[in-house]
C-alpha cells in the first residue's frame, strides 16, 4: 500500500507541474524598456583633406575660416587650415611635456582653447593666434568646449556633466547631468552648438549625441561608424587612440565639418 501511495502522489505531482498549468508570467512595465534614441540621417556632401599630423581635440568654423586645436603635448597646437586642401596656414605651437593641448571654441572673437591635465585656458585675440592675451585656471580635466549665446560649455569628459562657464571669469554658472535612455552618458568629448542644441562627440566612439541644453537629455545620436574606413582604406585597422574627433558648424550653409584624431580626410555633412 505503502508504494501505491507513493505512486499516485508523484504522479499528481508531476500534473500540476506540467508545462500545460504553469502560471502565466506578469506583463513587463512598458515604462522600464529604454526608449532608443532616435538615429540622425545625414549625407556626406564632400571630402576634404586633412592633416594627417593633426591630432585634433577642437575643431570650429568661424566666418568662413577654419581653426583647429591639436594636442600630443609638446606636439600641441593652435592653428588655421584651409579646410579644402587640408594646408595649415597658421600654426601656433603651444604644447609642452606638460600642456596637453584640448578643445577650442571662439565667442566674441575670443579664442578658448582648454588643455587636458594642467588645468590651464588659453584666450586669444581672434585676430592674432600667436600669444595668448589671458589665462583661466579650470578645476577639472578639459575636454570639449563650446558656447551658446551667453556662457561657455565645457565637457571634463569624466564625468556626465556639461558646464556652464562665464566667459569673462570663467566661473561656473550651472552644471547639466547629461543622460540617454539607458542613464548617465560619460566620455563627452569635442563639442559643437547647432541651432540651439549640443552636439557632443562621445570619445571612443563613432557616435556623436545631440543633446537638450535644458534637460540634459540625448534626443538624437548620429553613427559615423566606416565613414573614416570607406573614404581612405589605408586608414584601416584605425589605430586605437586615433578615433572621431573634432566637430564644426557652418551657420551660412548649414553643414557641419567632422574628423579625427589624424584623420587623413574631413567630412562636410548635411542633416536630414
Not at 600630443?72 to 594646408?87: E, F, H, P, V, W
Not at 562665464?166 to 560619460?186: A, M, Q
Not at 559643437?192 to 556623436?208: H, L, M, P, R
Request: proline share 7%; hydrophobic share 35%.
Amino acid at each position: 500500500m505503502k508504494s501505491f501511495f507513493a505512486l499516485a502522489f508523484v504522479v499528481v505531482l508531476a500534473s500540476c507541474n506540467g508545462s500545460d498549468n504553469k502560471p502565466d508570467k506578469p506583463d513587463q512595465d512598458s515604462s522600464l524598456i529604454p526608449i532608443p534614441v532616435p538615429v540622425i540621417a545625414y549625407n556626406i556632401v564632400a571630402d576634404h583633406p586633412h592633416d594627417p599630423g593633426a591630432y585634433t581635440q577642437g575643431l570650429e568654423f568661424h566666418n568662413g575660416t577654419m581653426y583647429e586645436s591639436t594636442g600630443d603635448y609638446a606636439k600641441s597646437t593652435l592653428r588655421i587650415t584651409d579646410y579644402k586642401t587640408g594646408k595649415v596656414e597658421k600654426n601656433h605651437p603651444m604644447g609642452s611635456n606638460e600642456i596637453f593641448g584640448e578643445g577650442m571654441t571662439i565667442f566674441k572673437d575670443k579664442i578658448y582653447q582648454l588643455t587636458w591635465q594642467s588645468n590651464v585656458v588659453y584666450v586669444y585675440d581672434i585676430k592674432d593666434i600667436t600669444k595668448p592675451i589671458k589665462t583661466f585656471v579650470w578645476p577639472y580635466e578639459g575636454w570639449g568646449i563650446t558656447h551658446n549665446e551667453t556662457d561657455l560649455i565645457i565637457s571634463t569628459g569624466v564625468n556626465p556633466n556639461l558646464y556652464f562657464v562665464d566667459p569673462d571669469n570663467f566661473k561656473i554658472k550651472n552644471i547639466l547631468p547629461v543622460n540617454d535612455s539607458k542613464g548617465p552618458v560619460f566620455a563627452l568629448n569635442e563639442l559643437e552648438w547647432i541651432d540651439g542644441f549640443v552636439f557632443a562627440n562621445v570619445y571612443e566612439t563613432d557616435s556623436i549625441y545631440k543633446i537638450d541644453p535644458q534637460s540634459g537629455k540625448v534626443v538624437g545620436v548620429m553613427n559615423l561608424a566606416g565613414v573614416i574606413q570607406k573614404a581612405a582604406p589605408e586608414f584601416h585597422p584605425i589605430p586605437q587612440d586615433e578615433v572621431l574627433n573634432g566637430i564644426a558648424y557652418d551657420t551660412a550653409t548649414k553643414t557641419m565639418f567632422i574628423t579625427g584624431k589624424r584623420w587623413p580626410r574631413m567630412f562636410e555633412v548635411k542633416l536630414n
